[in-house]
């Protein structure tokens, strides 16, 4: 295809003209805002890293973690994973343990009805013992759900296979077992 140079000209005009909109900026929606901090609220954060999680900073998608639609606003992602070391380095996994959020994963998340991505990888969730919350399993609009290295024991819920959107499970280096009773 070729373009004379008054079909460049409208081409310019209105890519500028685009350009000339100011960008909308997800503000947070504050039902959403004040799901994310009874989240929190069962979170252990030794680091910190949730600094940004509080009323003074009412934009929660800017929170640590937190991906926003940037027209809807809604709560799309969260990204709360840290990265387990090496088992045989003890100086690097004690760090690690310092690093890693604890607590309880609470029920509160179910309410965040637009969350397509939850990666709470790589943290000591609820101490060893304890089982994968079952009310997971109600969170339908779920795509990617990573629960690795999480310390989770017991049986894989049932409810897990209610979310029909998800095309991303990891719930490996857990304590699991599965239909067939053996670990995973």
Not at 3 to 31: A, D, G
Request: with cysteine.
């Amino acid at each position: 295809m070729i373009m004379n140079s008054s079909s460049i000209y409208i081409l310019v005009f209105v890519q500028l003209w685009l350009f000339s909109f100011p960008c909308r900026e997800s503000v947070c929606i504050p039902s959403e805002r004040e799901t994310l901090l009874k989240f929190k609220n069962n979170l252990n954060d030794p680091s910190n890293r949730l600094w940004s999680w509080n009323h003074n900073h009412t934009n929660c998608c800017h929170w640590y973690g937190v991906l926003c639609h940037n027209v809807t606003s809604h709560l799309l992602q969260l990204h709360l994973n840290t990265s387990p070391p090496a088992f045989d380095d003890w100086e690097a996994f004690e760090a690690y343990r310092r690093w890693s959020f604890g607590g309880e994963i609470s029920p509160c998340l179910a309410d965040l009805k637009h969350l397509n991505y939850l990666d709470l990888s790589g943290n000591y969730l609820l101490g060893e013992g304890t089982s994968i919350p079952s009310f997971l399993g109600t969170m339908t609009s779920l795509t990617h759900l990573n629960l690795s290295y999480t310390g989770f024991h017991g049986k894989i819920p049932s409810q897990i296979g209610n979310l029909s959107k998800l095309r991303y499970l990891d719930l490996s280096f857990n304590y699991l077992v599965g239909e067939g009773q053996r670990l995973i």
